[in-house]
């Protein structure tokens, strides 16, 4: 058995773009994930192996303990010949005791490499607005831990030095100790009204910022709502900070936006909501299978005489995937269709065969079966038509196709189900109102949603959380379900639905 190799890996501040893209290479090879509390979660998409998160609480012992189990761990796996990535927040030799997992790693023996990852402290410079070593205020900046390990017997950092040190202050896992920390630094003679600020969650859409000077910072800090992480900074750059930073102004910061899409194809939108500084919640309603054995013999045989038709009718990006991945591993390829004319609804579809190489003949305007209905209509008479669709769905297309004289074949090419529950963590989103927003993008969605709400005893009426939906259609099928749509897309995309919401936010 080769031994494996583990890779310590940054995961940065909270941000999810602020991995480096030597993490994400070695996220998408891994055997097996371990992270810790603070790596973002959302990170853990890019890779389809197992992840496990570290607990750091003391149960079991405390942490010392607990670390030489992660160490002990990570050698187990690395030997039985796994390629193990230990996520740490933010870089992992930054107070992340990344140094003592390596030398585990080394007395065993064990191949590692170690990748940098965008420490809190400069993330949370750069997200609030201020430079630590602006050349007019700062020549130097120190990461200081707030909080020394109490089973040492004499504290090390010297409080003299670091109240005569000549830059800016940057404190780690200090909040709970704020006020010692700041009658310490004032004690050995920093002057009571030095600029300090506290940061929490830096990078991440709930960041919050409190600025005071130092003698003021304990009582500006009991005064806030905080939730960790945070860091506090002492010195003059504070003063560099506007009301809001570039990244508080994000169009959708603070937002959390709920995603029901299927979670393979929810990547796109979750980083274009993170670009805007909301945060994305998976809840995907829906899920994509594949088809049963007895359908896919059916989708065979079809497969077997596309000879016979005459168009070819795609409305959902996911048939278009699965039609041409079965076309492909029956051992066919796109030929087969080259006599066919298509049809589509959706521009995401339209865009799918684009991929592909193939233009469709009709893309109506409208996002909907009717619409499709009406402009194919004059193209089909007797003419046989071939539809790749969903294992569910609304038979206006066929229905408006054969009363136009044409033959309509139905082939289903993949499963979409609801899935049944809610995850414990959306609940209690949605019951503490704290997911601000939900977007539905098919009336099955919409219903599924309303249906869940019930099972969970959460009354439409009273839910804080505001509904974008894709369409009109949607929107109908959202409101006949008992729900108040909020926006609805002008584009009927994924997209679409962001802009809405942002077009909403930013009018407020
Ligand atoms: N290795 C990490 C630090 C681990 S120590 C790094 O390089 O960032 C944990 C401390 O980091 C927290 O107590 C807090 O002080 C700080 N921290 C981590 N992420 C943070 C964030 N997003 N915002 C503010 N502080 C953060």
Redesign the pocket.
């Known amino acids: 058995m080769r031994t494996g190799k583990v890779f310590l890996v ?1 995961a940065g ?2 941000d999810p773009g602020l991995l480096t893209l030597r993490g994400r290479d070695v996220l998408a090879c891994a055997d097996l994930v371990l992270y810790d509390g ?1 790596a973002n979660p959302l990170l853990l998409r890019l890779t389809d192996c197992p992840c496990e998160r570290t607990a750091r609480t003391q149960v079991g012992g405390g942490r010392i303990v607990l670390q030489q189990e992660i160490n002990e761990r990570l050698i187990r796996e690395a030997r039985s010949g796994k390629t193990v990535v230990r996520l ?5 030799y ?3 005791r990344g140094s003592e997992e390596v030398a585990a790693l080394e007395a065993a023996d064990i191949p590692f490499e170690v990748i940098p ?1 965008i ?3 400069t ?2 410079g750069e997200y609030a607005g201020f430079s630590f070593t602006h050349r007019d205020i700062a020549s130097a900046v120190a990461f200081v831990t707030g ?1 020394e390990d109490p089973s040492r017997d004499a504290p090390r950092l010297d409080y003299a030095a670091l109240a005569s040190f000549p830059g800016t202050l940057v404190f ?4 709970g100790r704020v006020q010692d920390i700041c009658t310490r630094l004032i004690g050995e003679g920093k002057p009571e009204d030095t600029s300090a600020a506290v ?6 859409p709930q960041q919050q910022v409190v600025t005071s000077t130092l003698a003021e910072l304990p009582a500006a800090v009991a005064a806030s709502d905080l939730r ?4 506090i900074v002492v010195g003059e750059c504070v003063d560099l900070r506007r009301a809001c930073s570039w990244f508080e102004q994000g169009p959708l910061f603070g937002q959390r936006i709920g995603i029901t899409r299927p979670n393979h194809q929810s990547d796109d939108i979750a980083g274009r909501i993170v670009t805007l500084s909301g945060q994305p919640v998976m809840m995907p309603l829906i899920e994509i299978r594949a088809i049963d054995e007895e359908q896919a013999a059916t989708a065979n045989e079809v497969l077997a005489r596309l000879d016979n038709y005459q168009w070819l009718i795609f409305t959902s990006v996911n048939g278009v995937v699965a039609f041409f991945d079965r076309l492909w591993q029956t051992g066919r390829d796109v030929r087969r269709i080259g006599h066919l004319q298509i049809a589509v609804i959706g521009s995401a579809t339209a865009v799918a065969l684009a991929a592909r190489g193939l233009r469709a003949e009709i893309v109506p305007d409208l996002f909907r079966a009717e619409a499709l209905a009406k402009s194919l209509s004059p193209h089909v008479d007797g003419q046989r038509v071939l539809w790749a669709r969903a294992s569910r769905g609304r038979d206006v297309l066929p229905l408006a196709l054969t009363a136009a004289g044409a033959t309509v074949d139905e082939v289903v090419v993949y499963r979409n189900d609801d899935v049944e529950q809610f995850d414990a963590d959306i609940v209690d989103l949605i019951r503490s109102d704290a997911l601000d927003w939900v977007g539905l993008s098919s009336p099955s969605i919409a219903r599924q949603f309303a249906k869940l709400l019930t099972v969970h005893q959460i009354s439409p009426q009273l839910l804080r959380t505001r509904i974008g939906t894709i369409s009109p259609v949607t929107s109908d099928a959202a409101k006949a379900a008992g729900l108040s749509v909020a926006v609805e897309a002008t584009t009927y995309t994924w997209d679409g639905i962001i802009d809405a919401i942002v077009g909403s936010t930013t009018i407020r």
């Not at 740490?88 to 992992?92: I, L």
């Not at 780690?172 to 909040?175: A, Q």
């Not at 940061?199 to 991440?204: E, M």
Request: with cysteine.
């Open positions: 940054g501040p909270g603070l740490k927040g933010g870089d992992p930054v107070f992340g990852g420490t809190a402290a993330a949370a909080h780690y896992m200090g909040l940061v929490c969650q830096a990078s991440l960790p992480p945070s860091l």
